[in-house]
């Protein structure tokens, strides 16, 4: 892996099928969130939409090619853009991305979602190869490869459902 963009491009990706199974599995605080933010969505539409992430998510894993990796960053920038919109119009509902776990639009969050998209466009120039071939090239580097990739993810959806509530909470307590 030779660029600075590949782990948390990989990270992101992975993220992006995460949401995409807690769409199809349940589509409702999406479709909830798509409302409170104004937007037409139903959950025929939310599950259609996380198929699609399911899709992308799991095709710039496996071959990053500069159309995929662009497609990764616009989605993550469309994804900011909304939550920048559901602030504006409804701050205290949830963004609907942590399933039925209540996770209002963060500033953290609009922020995850911009380096995400980063890496997307950092990927289509660089033009990293998938993590199958990465692995592949490097047999003894696979296990912390993913481990590390897998630490990213986990710890960008703890930030960004975590830190908000537990500030949130200090805030509160010492007003």
Known sequence: MSN???????????????SGILKLRDPGPPSRALEAAGLPGGPSSVRL???????????SIVVPHPWAATA????????????VRLRARRPDASCGCAG?????PSLLHVAFDLVAAGSGVGLAVMREPGLPSILAGAPALAAPLVLGIGAVAVLAAAAVTLVPAAFGSYRGSHS
């Open 4 to 18: 600075a963009f590949a782990a948390p491009f990989f990270a992101a990706a992975t993220l992006l099928v995460a």
């Open 49 to 59: 939409l996380g198929l699609a992430e399911i899709t992308l998510g799991t095709s």
């Open 72 to 83: 990764l960053a616009v989605t993550y920038a469309v994804f900011a853009a909304f939550l």
């Open 100 to 104: 039925e776990r209540e996770l209002p």
